[in-house]
């Protein structure tokens, strides 16, 4: 298995594969996570990491010559909306040129199917109220997510020319601990960031329009998601599939990381510019629950883990 993106999300796959028995080559070019993160991803035999970018051919090339690939899982990307994460022609190189190229050598080496980490952000910042995969694509705000509008159908071009299958997971947005943990607030998530946050006694800040519910996703569900996804049955070439476990506010979070706080004897602040009453909450189908696959974790029984983490990092 080729895993692009050995990151957040792409170091908790890699984790559940090994654990799993599996040959994972892993493809990375450090842009935003720290190598050190990976040294016990690097212990085992059965883990291969190659360094280079997605959007580079040969570095592709590389990583697809270590051993035999039947199933991709592209996680690379790009993934942050912060307007400092990176410069518009990096975002560009690896969310639009990347998945041209990870596809067309998928292509060439006879893999079977690829899967790719979209994001429920397709559907636009505010979501409607009832979502399912064929809801429209909603308007963007950012090159990051608009880049996965053009990920997904590049998906399908290729999948439908008969090569391998390939589908398209949107997820929600992601928190947890898991084997990498980011510590820049430019490539972290909402739920993560505020706990980072609140273990390093600062305020948590809630800016205007973050009333929106949001899609949100425990890692290990992620993780179950996009496997789920690569191994279901699928009747078609190409499929999109949602992969959500709740939906909450930004307030709603904060609240939840002062109440795990508070639990453990600390006081957060929250300086919140949001709307005090929300719209109403999406109802989001997937069409992974057809295929076996449930979110088991709740953010309010999860939050306090991540605390628990930054507490430690924290700690002198």
């Not at 560009?92 to 979209?118: I, K, M, Q």
């Not at 960031?193 to 929106?212: D, M, N, S, T």
């Not at 890692?219 to 949602?242: G, K």
Request: proline residues 8%.
């Amino acid at each position: 298995m080729l895993v692009t993106g050995v990151g957040y999300i792409g170091a908790a796959l890699v984790q559940a594969l090994l654990h799993d028995g599996a040959q994972v080559v892993g493809l990375d070019n450090g842009f935003a996570t720290d190598r050190r993160a990976l040294a016990a991803l690097a212990e085992s035999p059965r883990f291969q990491l190659v360094e280079g970018s997605v959007s580079a051919p040969r570095a592709v090339a590389r990583a697809f010559a270590v051993a035999p690939i039947d199933t991709v899982y592209h996680l690379a990307a790009q993934a942050s909306a912060h307007p400092r994460a990176a410069p518009a022609r990096y975002t560009e190189l690896t969310n639009l040129c990347g998945p041209r190229v990870v596809c067309e050598a998928a292509l060439r080496h006879g893999v079977r199917r690829l899967v790719y980490a979209s994001s429920l952000r397709v559907y636009g910042h505010a979501l409607p109220e009832e979502v399912s995969e064929a809801t429209p694509y909603g308007p963007q705000q950012d090159l990051a997510h608009l880049a996965h509008v053009y990920g997904e159908k590049l998906l399908e071009l290729y999948a439908r020319r008969g090569g391998f299958r390939g589908v398209a997971v949107r997820l929600g947005v992601v928190y947890g601990v898991g084997p990498v943990m980011k510590t820049d607030p430019r490539f972290m998530t909402v739920p993560n960031k505020f706990c980072w946050q609140a273990a390093r006694g600062e305020p948590l800040e809630i800016h205007p329009g973050a009333a929106v519910p949001t899609g949100f996703l425990h890692l290990d569900d992620a993780v179950a998601a996009l496997r789920r996804a690569a191994e279901a049955p699928w009747p078609e070439p190409y499929q999109a599939a949602n992969a959500v476990g709740e939906c909450r506010t930004v307030p709603e979070v904060a609240a939840l990381v002062r109440q795990a706080a508070a639990a453990r004897g600390l006081t957060v602040t929250v300086h919140s510019a949001a709307a005090d009453v929300p719209p109403a909450r999406p109802t989001i189908a997937s069409r992974l629950a057809a295929q076996g696959w449930r979110p088991r974790r709740t953010m309010e029984t999860s939050i306090g883990a991540v605390l628990d983490h930054f507490l430690r990092g924290a700690a002198p």
